[in-house]
């Protein structure tokens, strides 16, 4: 079966006549070692070359839900992956969320899309809305290098609509805020600006906040599965078990994730001064260059915080998450000249 490539925003190349020669494709779905990939000849199973991405020294990329990759293709098999393509944008998080900091042996980075244009950050309107987790999600998706855009969901289930999108438009600059109903279908024509063909939208949200009802509403049709919530606390079940691409016959394309209620920073840097800009630039403002914005006389953030035009808990909420990234970065360089350090003791050890 041929399939246009173009549509999953793949850029032919050049037809050789050796069979041999890599072709391009883009991942569709990530299973532990086994990827789904789109290419030339369709839908198809591919898995990684052991002896370009496990030799040791090897500076391949792994693949992750989104990429572009070269594969040697199979017919009768799974075909190989042998390149991971530089990737334009990418989320990823640590397996750290701020969590039991003494207990920490490892901090592991887990990729979880690459190469998307929009990240649609989405939180209920329900018992389980989450000023917080919105703003961790905004940091890590400014950090992406894509276009945040919130999306609150089953507005049908809240009186409140216009104080809480008044809330998260406060705290979110430089991002659109949209509050919708798969059930009704408000709100969701408001969107279409961002579904459009070849444009790939990565779907970001906890359990239970409609990610697949959505995904469903925009294909106009029962394309990803959906479970209930619980009544009593507004939480659900995790339906999409892996995250994955699929091309909508609008021509756009999604990146449906797994629920992810805790989500760690990773080298958040940019991402939280993007999130965080209204505070940041108090800076600027205070007496003293190298003020720590504690005791300092004419600190800007301080007197912000005493008018009132700051507030003293997304004061707090931004030395949090600067705190945990730094531990995260710190740790996990540490954690990783240890790894190495024991790996060469080992070595030499065996020399002797």
Same mark, same amino acid.
Request: charged content about 25%; overall charge negative.
């Given at each position: ?19 041999? /020669? ?32 496990? %030799? ?9 839900? !989104? /990429?572009?990759?070269? =594969? ?8 190989? #992956?042998?390149? $991971?393509?530089?990737? %334009? ?8 969320? !701020? ?24 939180? &209920?309107? %329900? ?25 609150? $969901? ?18 979110? #600059? ?12 408000? !709100?969701? /024509? ?27 509403? =925009? ?14 606390? &507004? ?11 699929? =091309?909508?016959?609008? !021509?756009?394309?999604?990146?449906? $994730? ?13 991402? #939280? ?39 003293? /808990? ?10 945990? %990234? ?27």
């Amino acid at each position: 079966m041929n399939t246009n490539i173009e549509d999953y925003g793949i850029s032919p190349i050049k037809e050789s006549t050796d069979p041999s /020669d890599p072709i391009p494709a883009r991942i569709t779905a990530v299973h532990r070692e086994r990827y789904e990939v789109v290419c030339q000849h369709g839908e198809i199973g591919a898995r990684l070359k052991s002896g370009i991405y496990y %030799n040791g020294a090897a500076d391949e990329l792994f693949p992750t839900v !989104g /990429d572009y990759v070269l =594969l040697q293709y199979n017919p009768s098999g799974d075909s190989l #992956i042998v390149k $991971t393509e530089e990737r %334009n944008s990418s989320f990823s998080r640590s397996d750290y969320s !701020g969590h039991g900091v003494g207990y920490v042996k490892s901090i592991v980075e887990q990729m979880v899309a690459a190469n998307f244009d929009y990240v649609f950050i989405m939180a &209920s309107l %329900n018992y389980d809305f989450n000023m917080k987790r919105i703003e961790r999600y905004l940091t890590m998706s400014w950090q992406s290098g894509a276009q945040p855009v919130i999306v609150l $969901t089953k507005s049908d289930l809240s009186d409140q609509v216009s104080q809480q999108l008044q809330q998260v438009r406060e705290i979110a #600059i430089g991002a659109d805020v949209f509050a919708i109903s798969s059930k009704t279908g408000d !709100g969701i /024509d408001e969107l279409k600006s961002y579904l459009q063909p070849r444009k790939t939208i990565v779907f970001l949200g906890s359990s239970g906040v409609g990610k697949s009802t959505l995904v469903n509403a =925009l294909a106009e049709g029962e394309i990803m599965k959906v479970a209930d919530i619980r009544e009593d606390d &507004s939480k659900g079940r995790h339906t999409t078990t892996h995250r994955q691409l699929t =091309l909508l016959n609008s !021509g756009v394309m999604v990146i449906d $994730t797994p629920g992810m209620r805790e989500l760690g920073l990773w080298d958040a840097d940019s991402g #939280i001064s993007e999130t965080f800009s209204d505070v940041e630039s108090l800076f600027h403002q205070c007496k003293f260059s190298d003020c720590t914005h504690e005791r300092e006389p004419g600190c800007a953030v301080k007197q912000s915080i005493e008018s009132g035009a700051l507030s003293e /808990d997304r004061w707090q909420r931004y030395l949090q998450l600067k705190k945990e %990234n730094l531990f995260v970065t710190n740790k996990a360089a540490y954690l990783r000249e240890k790894d190495k350090s024991h790996k060469l003791a080992v070595i030499n050890k065996r020399k002797k």
